[in-house]
């Protein structure tokens, strides 16, 4: 637990931006891996799916189902492509770090790029924007404002705004945190189990236990994430609520 991380820094005279460099590479990895899952499962699609094909279907019925729960199909077709990727892509992002980490010469490069809150907080920026922007298209400027900051009654105005500040907070760091405690933990039981007198099987099966929930905590951690984006799209895009 002593390492320390990799960082480049961009000197662009009035400020200086600093990079995580495990943080991009693993990004890099977890997109490519759900690119290699969307290649390989639509190559060669059949009438009656097989294997990977069969997969992705339905993981395509799944986060349809998400999104008919939260808004009607005619308006949310528009969103599934969007939450296709994003439960992919936060699934992989948050297993990557649970079989290993790999530090070298003290610097972690191998992580899950979920364990790092500016990852969680960008992604969880980028919703909210997204919603903004999708209220705005679909309901107009003024219908957006009135139906989003000014209903059901007007001087709910400031706790409106407030609503939205707290949700980009609890949507990334929800993520954030559950991801990251699940690694600290894997790695303090590892240090447990190389310093205990009954060595690394001593700690084997705790270790494996809490590999497996942390896989389930990762899977439902990507779901939760996605079915909340769904939520605050639909809040934006209809009238209604």
Do not use: C
């Not at 790999?102 to 909210?128: E, F, G, Q, R």
């Not at 000014?150 to 559950?178: C, D, H, Q, W």
Request: hydrophobic content about 50%.
């Amino acid at each position: 637990m002593d390492h320390t991380s990799p960082e480049a820094h961009l000197d662009l005279g009035f400020m200086t931006l600093t990079f995580n460099l495990s943080t991009v590479l693993m990004l890099v990895v977890s997109a490519v891996i759900v690119f290699l899952i969307a290649f390989v499962s639509t190559r060669s699609l059949a009438l009656k799916p097989t294997g990977m094909q069969n997969f992705m279907e339905w993981i395509l019925d799944f986060v349809k189902n998400i999104i008919g729960g939260n808004m009607d199909w005619k308006t949310g077709r528009s969103f599934h492509i969007l939450g296709i990727t994003l439960i992919m892509f936060i699934a992989i992002s948050n297993l990557l770090g649970l079989p290993f980490a790999i530090v070298y010469n003290h610097t972690l490069w191998w992580k899950s790029p979920t364990a790092d809150p500016t990852v969680t907080m960008t992604l969880a920026t980028l919703v909210v924007v997204l919603s903004h922007y999708y209220g705005v298209k679909y309901q107009g400027t003024g219908g957006y404002v009135k139906n989003t900051y000014f209903k059901p009654m007007s001087f709910m105005f400031p706790l409106k705004v407030i609503e939205e500040f707290a949700n980009t907070l609890t949507l990334g760091l929800r993520l954030y945190g559950n991801i990251y405690a699940g690694e600290v933990l894997l790695g303090l039981i590892a240090g447990i189990g190389g310093a205990s007198i009954f060595g690394w099987f001593g700690m084997l099966i705790p270790g494996l236990a809490w590999q497996g929930f942390s896989i389930f905590i990762g899977f439902i951690q990507a779901f939760i994430f996605t079915m909340l984006t769904m939520v605050y799209i639909s809040h934006k895009v209809s009238a209604d609520h």
